[in-house]
C-alpha cells in the first residue's frame, strides 16, 4: 500500500517540472534552517549599529535589519521556531483528533453524542479568533501558542476521522469481520485504523502548512516568541516599518512561509489524488468554450435540412443501422487499451419493432446504447464500420448535430432510475425542458403536452411539484420513461430499464414500455441481461458476447431452437427451469 | 421549511451557548491571580508595584466577581451577555458592547466587500478548472489556488501595500477615511479564501459532471448552457456551501489580521489593540461577538443549504 | 437448530419487521422471499447480531442469542454472504489475509503446512485455485469475489449460511454456477442455509420451505411447492403473477 503510494508520487514527479523545483527549494530551505547554527556564523540577536539596514550583498545575502542583525541568520534560526511549533502542534492535533474520532465513530452513542457537541461548540469559533484568543490570554509565547494551535486545529481533525470511521464502520468487509469473530480491538485496528493511515497522513501534511500559516499569523500579530527572538511572521511584522527603504526584509519571511506551505500543500494534494485514486474523467470537450462559442450558420441550415428528411424517411427505412461497427479502447494510461469492445456489429431497428440485445457484463451491450445517442466517449473509438440513423451517415456528425436529435427523435430510458434524475430539480422542470429545448412540441401545448405524458405512464399530476427522492423507484422509472417519450420519438433506447426494480414494479415497467410502443409507434431498441425480460418484449432477439453478435433472430424461434451454444448455455443458466415446471403454477 | 428553520434555529442556540461556557472559561487561562495581572498592566511600567493595594485587587476582583465559585460567576455574567452588557474597557472605561458595535459596521464592510471578491474569482476559476481539468487551464488556475492557499494573507497585505502605495501611489495604503481604502484589504481577505473555494468547487463539479444524471440529461439533447449551468452547477454547489462555514470562519478571523496590516478601523484591529493593553474584558467580549456572529452565518447557510437542496430533511444535519 | 420467535424490528418511526418467526433445521434450506423494503435484510442482520431486535427472540440449539457467552459460540456457525461481494472483502487486503482472517480467529492454533491445506481445501470448494490467493480484489471478477466471500464463510466450519442476496449482483450465467455450487456444498457437508431473496426462480429452485414478507410480515410460510405451487395468499399470488416465465415456455 505504502509502495503504492510510493510509486505513484515518483510516477507523478516525473517529468512535473513546477514539482521538482518546488520540492528541491524546499528541502533545500528546510535543510539549510536545520543546520542554521553551521550555515551561518552570524548572531541572529546581536544588534550591530554599525550596519543598519544594508542591501543584499556578498557579506550578507539578505541584507541586514534596521538593529544590524544578519536578515539571513534571523530567518535560519527563525525557521527553527516557526516549523519547530507547527510540527509539535501537527503531532498533537493528529493524535488528539484520531483518537477521539475514532472512538467515537466506532463506539457511537453517548460518547459519540458529546464528542460532537463538544466538537460543534469548539467549530463555531471563527478558527484564528479563537487562537488568537487563547494565545492573548496566556500572554504568548511558544508553550501558549502551541496549546492555542492544537486547541483550535484538533476538532476538524477529529470530526474526520470520525466521518471515515462511520463510513467504514458499515462497510461490508466490517460487517463481515464482526460475523466472523474478529475482536473490536483487532478490526479498529487492522480494518479502520490502517484504512484510514492514508488520508490521515496525507491531512496532517495538508494541515502542517495552515498550523505554519497560523504560527506566523499570531507571531505576526505580536502572540509568539518574545523578541528579539527570530520568528519568520514576527520578523515580517517588524519588517513592515522600513519597507520603502528594505523590502528584503519583508519579503526573505514572507517567502520563506510561501515556499514551506506551497511545497506541502502541494504534494498534500498530489498525495491526496494518488491515496484516493480519483478516476481521471474523461475529458469534457464537448463543455469547453470553444464549442460553446461556435455557432454556425450554414451547419444549423443543414441540420434543419437533415431533419426534414429524416422526417420523410422515418416510416420506411431502419431507425438505426449498424454496419459492422468495431469499437476499441484507446487510451495509452489504461490498462484495457486496445481492448474491442464491439467486434464488427451488425444490426438493424425497424420502425415499430422491438429488438431485444442480450448480453452480460461486459458483452459491450452499454456501449451499443451510447453509440445509439452518439454518446460515446473516450477512451472508446471508433475501429471501423458505418452508424446510420435514419438512412443518415453519422461519421461527420458532431456534438451539436447529436445534440439536435437526442430527445427528440432518440430517447434513453437507462437502468438505476435512484441516479437517472437530477435531484435538485422538480419532476415538473425535468420533463418540461425536453419539450422546451427541442421545441417539437409547440410551447402552448406543452403544459397539456406534460400532463398528458404523465397519464400515459400512470403517474398523478402532483408529481410534476416533487423531488425524485420523494417518489419510489418505479414512480422514477416512470418520469424517465415519460421524459422519453414527451417528444414522441421515434426510437426508444432501453439499457436494462428494469433490473434495479423489484418483481412487481419490473412487470409493470414492462407492460407500460409495451404500451407505448403501440402507442407511438416506437423502434425499441430493449437491451438486457435477463432472458425472460426480453422474451417478453422483443420481436427480433441479437445475442451479443465479449462484443460479438453470437445469433439473431425471432424471439420465438431463436428461444426454440437456440443455434448458438452461447445462446444454449445462456437459456441453461435461467434459475427456476427445473423446478418451476414441477412447481407448476406458471 | 418552517419546521427545519426551527430545528436549526434551536440547535443554533444551543451551540452559542456553548460558546459562552467556553469564552467564559477562557478568562481561567490568564496565568496566574487575573485580578492583579490586570491591576499590574495598568501600572505605568516603571511605577513602584508597591503603590498597588491590597485594597486594590479586593476592589478589582469584587468588579470582575472572581470572588464567587465557578458556576454562581459563569450565570451572573451570563444575566449580564443575555441584556447585551459585555463588560467595561479596561483602558476606556466605555461598555465593550457599545465599542464593538462602533465598529462592526466596519468589519462588515470588508467582510462583504472580500466576499464579492471571492465569489468573483472562486466561481469561474472553479468552472474553468473543472471543465478543461488537465489541460493547461486548469494546470493554471490548479497552481494559482495553491499559491492563493498558501499565501499568509499578511505578507500579500503588506505586498500590495508596497506595490500600489508605497511604488505606484495608486491607492492609500491605510485606512477607511478614503473609499478606495477598501481596495486592498478587500482583495487580500478574498484572495485567501477564493483559492480554498476554488478547488472545492473544482473537485465538486468534476464529481457532478461523472454523475448519471448529467448523462441523461444529456441524452435528453439538452444543450452545454442548460446542462452546465441548470443540471450540473447547482447540485455542485451544494459541497461547496457545506464548506461555506470554512469560508465565513477565514473571512471572520483573516479580518483581525488584515485590518491590523491595513489599520482598517474594525473590530479586528480593536482587539489586537486590546491585546497589546492585556485589556481582558474586550478580549473576552470580542471573541463572543465573533463567534455569535459565526453561529448566524452558520444557521444563515443552513436555510440556503435547505433551499439548495430539497433532499435535506429535518433530522439531518447539513455538515458532519 | 435456528430459531426465530416473534421478532420486531423498528427503526425510529418505522417498523421494519413485526413479529416474524422462523425455524432453520439442520440441512435445510430456507428461502425469505420479499421485495425492497420487506425487511428482509433486516432479518439477516437480526439473526447475524448485527442489528439488535427490539422484541422477540433468536435462538441458536436451543440457547438464545440475547445472551453474551451463547452468542459468542454461536457467532462461528452462523456466517453471512452479503450481496455486494466487492464491498465485503477489504479492498487493500489479499484473497489470502482475507481467508486467513476467520481462520486465525476461530483455530488460531492451526498453523504452516496445516493452514496451508485448509486454505487450498476452502479454494477448492469454491473451484477457485491458488494462484487466486495473492490478488487483490480489484483484480477479481464480481464473481470470483463472491466465491472468495462464500469461502471465507465457510472458514469457521459453520452449520448455518444466510445468504443475504449472494446473487444479485451477478450476471445469469455466473448465478448459476454459484447457485449449484451452493447447492453442491448443501449436500456435501450437510450445510443449512437461510437464503434471503427478491427472486421468486432462484428461491424456487433451491429451497425447500421457503416464507413471504411484505413489509416486515410474514404472509404466507410453508415448503416451497405449497407455497409456490398453489399459490393461496393473494400477495403471493401476485408475486407468481408478475414474474417472468422462461423463455420457450412463454405464450
Known sequence: MAERTWRRFT????????????????????GMVLAAPWVTVENPVETNFSRVLLPPGPAHWLGTDDFGRDVLARLLHGGRASLSIAVIAVMIVMAVGVTIGLIAGFLGGVVDLIVTKVIDVLLAFPRLVLAIAVA????????????????????????????????????????????????????????????????ILVLGLLDLGSLILA???????????????????????????????????????????????????????????????????????????????????????ERTARWDRMEQRVRAAPLLELDTVSVRVADARSPYDGRVILDQVSLAIRPGECLGLIGESGSGKSTMAMLALGLMRPPLTFGGGRVLVCGEDTAAWD??????????????????????????????????????????????????????????????????????HELSGGMRQRVVIAMAVANRPALLIADEPTTALDVTTQARVLDLLLRLQQRYGLGLLFISHDLRVVARVADRVVVLREGKVVEAGETRATFGAPQAAYTRVLMAAVPGRRRIATAGGF | MAYYALRRALAAIAVLFGTTVVVFLLLRLIPGDPATAVLLTMVTPGAD?????????????????????????????????????????????????????????????????????????????????????????????RMLSLVGDSMPGFFLGVLLIYLFAIQLGWLPAIGRSDPAGIVMPALTLGLGVAATTSRLLRASLLDTLAQPYILMAEAKGMPRGVLLFRHALRPALIPVLTSSSLVAGGLLGGAAVIETVFAWPGIGRYMIEAIAGRDYPVIQGFTLAMASLFVAINFGVDLLYRLLDPRIRVEEAPRG | ???????????????????????????????????????????????????????GTISWRGRSLAERSDRQAARRE??????????????????????????????????????????????????????????????????????????????????????????????????????????????????????????????????????????????????????????????????????????????
Not at chain 1, 469473530?181 to 478490526?187: A, D, E, M
Request: glycine residues 8%; proline residues 7%.
Open chain 3, 78 to 251: 452462523i456466517q453471512p454472504v452479503f450481496q455486494d461481494p466487492r464491498a465485503s472483502l477489504n479492498p487493500r487486503w489479499t484473497v489470502r489475509r482475507s481467508l486467513c482472517e476467520p481462520l486465525d480467529n476461530w483455530f488460531p492454533r492451526i498453523r504452516g503446512g496445516e493452514r496451508e491445506g485448509r486454505l487450498r481445501a476452502l479454494l477448492d470448494a469454491v473451484a477457485l485455485t491458488p494462484d487466486h490467493l495473492d490478488r487483490n480484489p480489484h483484480e477479481l471478477s464480481t464473481g470470483q469475489c463472491q466465491r472468495v466471500c462464500l469461502a471465507r464463510a465457510l472458514a469457521p466450519q459453520p452449520a448455518l449460511l444466510v445468504l443475504d442476496e449472494p446473487l444479485s449482483a451477478l450476471d445469469v450465467s455466473v448465478q448459476a454456477t454459484l447457485l449449484d455450487m451452493l447447492r453442491n456444498l448443501q449436500e456435501r457437508d450437510g450445510l443449512a442455509y437461510l437464503f434471503i431473496s427478491h427472486d421468486i426462480a432462484v428461491v424456487a429452485e433451491l429451497c425447500q420451505n421457503v416464507l413471504v414478507l411484505e413489509h416486515g410480515c410474514v404472509v404466507d410460510q410453508g415448503p416451497v411447492a405449497a407455497v409456490l405451487g398453489t399459490p393461496t395468499h393473494p400477495y403471493t399470488k401476485s408475486l407468481l403473477r408478475d414474474s417472468l416465465a422462461m423463455p420457450g415456455s412463454a405464450n
Open chain 1, 136 to 199: 492573548a490570554l496566556m500572554g504568548g509565547g511558544i508553550l501558549p501558542l502551541i496549546i492555542a494551535i492544537s486547541i483550535v486545529a484538533w476538532p476538524a481533525y477529529a470530526r474526520i476521522i470520525r466521518g471515515f470511521t462511520l463510513q467504514i464502520r458499515n462497510e461490508g468487509y466490517v460487517l463481515a469481520a464482526r460475523c466472523l469473530g474478529t475482536p473490536t480491538w483487532k478490526i479498529l485496528l487492522h480494518h479502520i485504523a490502517l484504512t484510514l493511515i492514508g488520508p
Open chain 2, 49 to 141: 508595584t508597591a503603590q498597588i493595594t491590597r485594597g486594590d485587587i479586593e476592589a478589582l476582583r469584587a468588579q470582575l466577581g472572581l470572588a464567587d465559585p465557578f458556576p454562581v460567576q459563569y450565570l451572573r455574567w451570563l444575566g449580564e451577555i443575555l441584556s447585551g452588557n459585555l463588560g467595561t474597557s479596561l483602558r476606556s472605561r466605555q461598555p465593550i458592547a457599545e465599542e464593538l458595535a462602533d465598529r462592526l459596521p466596519a468589519t462588515l464592510e470588508l467582510a462583504g466587500a472580500a466576499l464579492v471578491v471571492m465569489l468573483l474569482i472562486a466561481i469561474p476559476s472553479g468552472i474553468l478548472g473543472a471543465l478543461y481539468s488537465g489541460r493547461p487551464a486548469d494546470h493554471v488556475t
Open chain 3, 1 to 55: 437448530m435456528l430459531s426465530v420467535a416473534g421478532v420486531s424490528k423498528r427503526f425510529g418511526s418505522r417498523l421494519v419487521l413485526n413479529d416474524v418467526s422462523l425455524e432453520v433445521g439442520p440441512g435445510e434450506i430456507v428461502g425469505v422471499l420479499g421485495m425492497s423494503g420487506s425487511g428482509k435484510s433486516t432479518l439477516a442482520n437480526c439473526i447475524l447480531g448485527l442489528n439488535r431486535p427490539d422484541g
Open chain 1, 215 to 301: 504560527v506566523s499569523a499570531l507571531s505576526f500579530l505580536g502572540l509568539g516568541i518574545a523578541p528579539p527572538a527570530p520568528e519568520w511572521g514576527a520578523m515580517l511584522n517588524e519588517g513592515r516599518t522600513s519597507m520603502d527603504e528594505a523590502p528584503w526584509l519583508v519579503l526573505a519571511p514572507g517567502c520563506a512561509i510561501l515556499i514551506v506551505v506551497l511545497a506541502l500543500n502541494y504534494f498534500g494534494d498530489v498525495l491526496r489524488d494518488g491515496a484516493e485514486g480519483r478516476p481521471t474523467h474523461g475529458p469534457r470537450h464537448w463543455l469547453r468554450c470553444p464549442a460553446i462559442l461556435r455557432w454556425d450558420r450554414g451547419r444549423q441550415a
Open chain 1, 11 to 30: 510516477a507523478r514527479l516525473r517529468g512535473d517540472l513546477i514539482g521538482i523545483l518546488l520540492l528541491s527549494l524546499a528541502l533545500l530551505l528546510v
Open chain 1, 399 to 468: 456534438w451539436d448535430d447529436w445534440q439536435a436529435l437526442r430527445g427528440r427523435f432518440v430517447s434513453l430510458v437507462n437502468q438505476d432510475p435512484l441516479s437517472a434524475l437530477n435531484p435538485v430539480l422538480p419532476i415538473g422542470e425535468q420533463i418540461r425542458e425536453v419539450m422546451r429545448i427541442h421545441r417539437a412540441i409547440p410551447a402552448a401545448a406543452q403544459e397539456e403536452r406534460l400532463r398528458e405524458v404523465l397519464a400515459d405512464v400512470d403517474l398523478p399530476a402532483r408529481v410534476i411539484a416533487q423531488y425524485p
